[in-house]
């Protein structure tokens, strides 16, 4: 779920000479440009369930997934913190703009809201609590870890999983989308993580395309063509955020 991808290969240091505002540097951390496709995971996941697409309950879970997009990206820079003084010292905390002890409280504020957000569907709790468990997991241990990119595709299946609990049971349909969507982002990290520094527009553009592969789904697998085609508008979008936060 998380949109921290590339891994430098040499020190690239940078000296800040403008200091951000401190809501900057929230929006710098926090990644907002790839919420679109959190927002397209939740469609999809809805729409493949069994009860289909509710506009209340989707608000809900966007909002509840969104807050553990952002917690996530906030406890990605936190852990990150010491690699980041030596590779990326234009990120908010090593160039000081915010302390890595608030990140680390904002980011597990986030988690818990999220969680909060989920509680009227006892089984959208349950695959919450492991979609923060599986957050927590990859920033804590994504450097040279071999099994980060399946942790991270494993964050975007649970929550086509939380969609579809929250308005009926888990089906197979939703599992398969889950599957599908998951092995997308893995591959999507593994390419990232082997581009490094020179990815350019390419990590950007495959984030987007978790939009797409959305819209795919719910085209292929539910009768919700309209729908389909407002998923593939989450690509476009993130790209357009994109050129003003950085999703990668």
């Known amino acids: 779920m998380n949109g921290t991808l590339s891994t430098p290969s040499a020190v690239n240091v940078r000296t800040v000479s403008v200091r951000r505002p401190r809501w ?69 905390i090593p160039s000081e703009e915010l302390s890595r002890a608030e990140v680390f409280i904002a980011g597990g504020t986030l988690l818990g809201a999220g969680e909060l957000l989920l509680a009227p569907h006892a089984a959208s709790l349950v695959l919450g609590a492991a979609l923060a468990a599986a957050i927590v ?45 998951a092995s997308y982002v893995v591959a999507l990290t593994v390419v990232a993580k082997m581009a490094g520094p020179n990815a350019r527009w390419l990590v950007p553009g495959l984030i987007a395309g978790i939009s797409l592969v959305d819209a795919a789904l719910i085209g292929a697998m539910s009768s919700s063509t309209a729908l389909a085609v407002a998923a593939t508008g989450g690509f476009g979008l993130t790209l357009f955020l994109q050129r003003y936060v950085r999703g990668d």
């Open 24 to 92: 900057r540097s929230y929006v710098v951390l926090s990644r907002i440009s790839n919420l679109p496709t959190v927002w397209t995971n939740v469609l999809a996941g809805m729409c493949l369930s069994s009860a289909g697409f509710t506009a209340d309950t989707y608000a809900q879970v966007a909002v509840a997934t969104s807050l553990f997009y952002v917690g996530g990206m906030f406890l990605n820079d936190a852990f990150d913190a010491p690699f980041d003084r030596r590779f990326r010292p234009d990120r908010p």
């Open 137 to 181: 997991l990859y920033d804590y241990r994504h450097k040279g870890s071999s099994v980060a990119p399946l942790v991270m595709g494993t964050c975007r299946g649970l929550v086509y999983c939380i969609a579809a609990a929250s308005v009926a049971g888990l089906n197979s349909a939703a599992a398969i989308g889950a599957i599908i969507v």
